[in-house]
């Protein structure tokens, strides 16, 4: 009995290690020539679009990034805003383009880490924060606009 007690022990003992170190997450290998101009990319999930944006770049440095759609389970964010808690997501989603402003392209990789970026206001809901903003999706479609190229050729 103790035999088990002490391998079950040691098997959660190394789980949690693993868990605790995270796992390694594919580095996406941003280019530093990308062309001057307007880019759009999009995430696509689920049968529609969750996240659709535009931005421009001018030397690597991203400007003016915007939502063209902003979509979860069958609601437009974008159109809702009459509703307190769509308005509450939806402001944390532009708060994530707006952290963008200005920087460069490598700084889209910030967005794993949304709890850094979003700051909470006496109406945020604490549940909503970082573990409802989908910054992954905001980061896919930033990556397929860049992998897609310049949009107006």
């Known amino acids: 009995m103790r035999k088990i007690s002490l391998v079950a022990l040691i098997s959660v003992i190394s789980l949690s290690l693993i868990f605790a170190t995270g796992v390694a997450v594919a580095e ?34 991203i400007q003016d990034p915007s939502f063209r759609h902003l979509y979860y389970d069958g609601v437009d964010y974008l159109g809702a805003r009459y509703l307190q808690s769509v308005r509450e997501l939806t402001d944390q989603h532009v708060e994530l383009l707006d952290y963008l402003e200005g920087k460069d392209v490598t700084a889209i990789d910030d967005l794993r880490n949304p709890g850094e970026i979003i700051t909470e206001t006496e109406e945020t809901i604490d549940g909503f924060t970082g573990a409802t903003v989908r910054s992954s999706k905001v980061m896919s479609a930033m990556r397929d606009a860049l992998n897609r190229g310049k949009y107006d050729r």
């Open 28 to 61: 996406y290998e941003y280019r530093d020539d990308y062309e001057d101009g307007r880019y759009r990319g999009s995430f696509y999930d689920g049968g529609e679009f969750n996240v659709a944006l535009q931005f421009y770049l001018e030397d690597n440095v």
